[in-house]
């Protein structure tokens, strides 16, 4: 079945540390995007990814910083500079930007402070 | 003039009800408009969605009526379940550009 891999479920931060998320994909999509959830405001865009070796900032890209080296991998850092990494973040990926199909999603990562 | 504007934040409703959304938008260019269900610790998952060229949009039990005019658009749940029991996003898009989402409503379906 495809679909979209997010790893692992739950993840812990130190102060200090900077923290991976991993989002797979065998959907061969060719855009992905990460979002960030919290309770009462909704998806919030990261950072989105329509080809590899490009990506753009999303509404709060401030802390994180992605890669996308390979079209089916696009993981998420959080950085030491996120002040208040606590949430679940949220992978998701679309065929292409242009057929503007609906955006399927993992099942997230939970991440939370040390 | 991003924004899309979702109430209410919490609805409870009992079994065999029906259960309506609200969503509201600023932008006139948004032309995909689609729902998201979510379930706990899990991902959102299309449920269904409408683009401005109709009113009204049906799958099963779930129904989306747009209003371009009002700029407004709701998503009715009939015969609710409690299987219904989720979090539900609206969110809206221009042409290929980025969905912007609604905050949720948290649906509580009692037998």
């Known amino acids: 079945d495809g679909g979209i891999t997010q790893s692992p479920k739950y993840l812990f931060r130190k102060e200090g540390q900077n923290v991976t998320l991993s989002c797979e994909q065998n959907?061969?999509?060719?855009?992905m995007y990460w979002y960030r959830q919290d309770p009462g405001q909704g998806l919030r865009l990261i950072y989105y990814?329509?080809?590899?070796?490009?990506?753009q900032k999303g509404d709060i890209a401030e802390g994180y910083s992605v890669s996308r080296e390979k079209k089916e991998s696009f993981p998420l850092t959080v950085t030491s500079a996120q002040k208040n990494p606590t949430a679940f973040y949220l992978c998701?990926?679309?065929?292409?930007?242009?057929?503007?199909?609906?955006?399927?999603f993992g099942d997230g990562t939970r991440l939370s402070i040390l | 003039q991003q924004q899309v504007k979702q109430s209410p934040q919490s609805l409870i409703v009992q079994k065999g009800g029906i259960s309506i959304i609200n969503c509201a938008y600023e932008?006139?260019?948004?032309?995909?408009f689609p729902w998201y269900q979510q379930f706990p610790g899990k991902g959102p998952a299309l449920l269904i969605a409408?683009?401005?060229?109709?009113s009204e949009k049906k799958e099963g039990r779930f129904t989306i009526s747009f209003n371009k005019s009002a700029k407004q658009f709701s998503l009715h749940i009939m015969d609710s379940q409690p299987g219904d029991s989720a979090t539900y996003f609206c969110?809206?898009?221009?042409?290929?550009?980025?969905?912007?989402f609604g905050t949720g409503t948290r649906l509580q379906v009692f037998p």
């Open positions: 998701a990926s679309v065929r292409d930007r242009a057929s503007n199909q609906p955006q399927h």
């Open positions: 959907l061969n999509h060719d855009a």
């Open positions: 990814s329509q080809i590899v070796n490009d990506f």
């Open positions: 932008n006139t260019a948004f032309d995909y």
């Open positions: 409408i683009r401005p060229d109709v």
């Open positions: 969110a809206a898009s221009k042409e290929a550009d980025k969905l912007i």
